[in-house]
């Protein structure tokens, strides 16, 4: 990851999760290719040890914060390609910013990827190109989701959207032990993502979503959420 003249090295460490922090550079370029002065701690917490072709994680400049993924993409040709049938199952993890209308204007930040982490969990068909997941909260007993994803597949990347659950009756709780905690109402969320390394053993995606409209049941909700998931193997 290159911000400005400074280069963070995503490959460092066996930490399961890895926390950087870098003195300020003077300058950063944001995806338009435009000029940014810095002026605030930068701090870069990715993930995750156990996967070999993708890193994703969290950035934060100050009180600014953004989510990242990169890797290498499976392939569409060759022994290494993606695969054109069968089923597979990926589990991983989840980071993300995710703030909501409240009385107290609490903000949910889900960055906990090691114990008691925050779960990703999908299954893929290669044949009918459909993919469905769902990212699960550390703060979640009963394995309920925060998120539900369902995306089609397109040569080595896939797209979809995302939601939260419950919509009718509020959506995503903010704080699951505090009674007064805000919600957080996500529809529709464009997501993106792909397939990394050979023969698509891993995956990795993310989205965001910002509501516009006023009057609408999802006044003041928006996400930045990023993903990542391995292939698990079939037990024989």
């Known amino acids: 990851m290159v911000l400005g003249s400074t280069v963070i090295d995503l490959t460092q460490g066996n930490d399961f999760v890895k926390t950087i922090d870098k003195e300020k550079p003077a300058t950063t370029t944001n995806q338009a290719g435009e000029t940014l002065m810095v002026n605030d701690k930068v701090q ?19 009180d600014s914060n953004s989510v990242f993924l990169q890797g290498e993409r499976t392939a569409t040709k060759g022994d290494k390609a993606m695969p054109v049938e069968g089923n597979a199952k990926y589990r991983g993890t989840w980071a993300g910013y995710v703030t909501g209308s409240s009385n107290t204007s609490k903000g949910y930040e889900a960055q906990q990827f090691a114990d008691n982490a925050n779960r990703a969990e999908f299954d893929v068909d290669f044949a009918k190109k459909s993919l469905t997941g769902k990212l699960i909260p550390n703060t979640s007993s009963d394995g309920k989701s925060a998120f539900d994803i369902t995306a089609t597949i397109n040569g080595n990347g896939f797209s979809g959207k995302a939601n939260t659950p419950d919509i009718k009756t509020g959506g995503l709780k903010l704080d699951s032990k505090n009674s007064e905690s805000g919600r957080v109402i996500v529809k529709d969320a464009v997501v993106t993502g792909g397939f990394y390394g050979p023969q698509a053993n891993e995956l990795g995606g993310s989205f965001t979503y910002k509501s516009n409209d006023v009057g609408s049941q999802d006044k003041d909700s928006s996400a930045s959420v990023v993903f990542g998931a391995r292939k698990q193997e079939v037990k024989q």
């Not at 993930?47 to 070999?52: D, I, P, Q």
């Not at 072709?53 to 934060?60: I, N, V």
């Open 44 to 62: 870069v917490q990715f993930c995750c040890s156990n996967l070999e072709h993708l890193k994703f994680g969290s950035l934060s400049i100050g």
